[in-house]
Antibody
């Protein structure tokens, strides 16, 4: 079964740090770009960060640039999000998501991101 | 950044109705447009990718169309399980979601 399981959320004070993890199973993790998407309580979806299959590209939303760092360990089938200088507006449910784009498409065209076909259930981060 | 605007932000409909949701990009995104469904308390689910390609396992009553800046998601005959919030997302540049459209029971 294809699965993503997030962990690491919790209650943290403003200005502190938190590290989220996402464990992947059921697919070849190293072949796919991965993303973090968040959803504040009662609000819509916000893309936070994405990383290419080989960590060659890492991209961030303006709202988190310079504070958050995405990384991955393909040997451990794991995705991470290091969140520093947390703010109350970072309070949200954080989802890990797999990109649908085939590795061969990335290699031949340079396109690294597309749609998100597999999502975890999310981990809640509360900054207060 | 490319901004995505969905309309309406909410709508009320009955089972069996045909429902259309619109998504407009602030600049051309070719066909790099995806649609998701999110039921309350659940993770989003991919419905349509590349503007009009139906994701595996998604019922055929869902369809997508458009290119450039204007896109639509159509549900041909609304079913009880379709009452949810729908989001568009562009993948022409770094991903960005629309604000969502909540489909409620009339």
């Amino acid at each position: 079964e294809v699965q993503l399981v997030e962990s690491g959320g919790g209650l943290v004070q403003p200005g502190r740090s938190l590290r989220l993890s996402c464990a992947a199973s059921g697919f070849t993790f190293g072949d796919n770009a991965m993303h973090w998407v968040r959803q504040a309580p009662g609000k819509g979806l916000e893309w936070v960060s994405g990383i290419s299959w080989n960590s060659g590209s890492r991209d961030y939303a303006d709202s988190v640039k310079g504070r958050f760092t995405i990384s991955r360990d393909n040997a451990k089938n794991s995705l991470y999000l290091q969140m520093n200088s947390l703010r109350p507006e970072d309070t949200a449910l954080y989802y890990c998501a797999k990109d649908i784009i085939p590795l061969m498409t990335t290699v031949t065209t340079g396109r690294e991101y597309d749609a998100f076909d597999i999502w975890g259930q999310g981990t809640m981060v509360t900054v207060s | 950044d490319i901004q995505m605007t969905q309309s309406p932000s909410s709508l009320s409909a009955s089972v069996g109705d045909r429902v259309t949701i619109t998504c407009r990009a602030s600049q051309s995104i070719s066909s790099y447009l995806n649609w998701y469904q999110q039921r309350p308390g659940k993770a989003p689910k991919l419905l349509i990718y590349a503007a009009s390609s139906l994701q595996s396992g998604v019922p055929s009553r869902f369809s997508g169309s458009g290119s450039g800046t204007d896109f639509t998601l159509t549900i041909s005959s609304l079913q009880p399980e379709d009452f949810a919030t729908y989001y568009c997302q562009q993948s022409f540049t770094t991903p960005h979601f629309g604000g969502g459209t909540k489909v409620e029971i009339k």
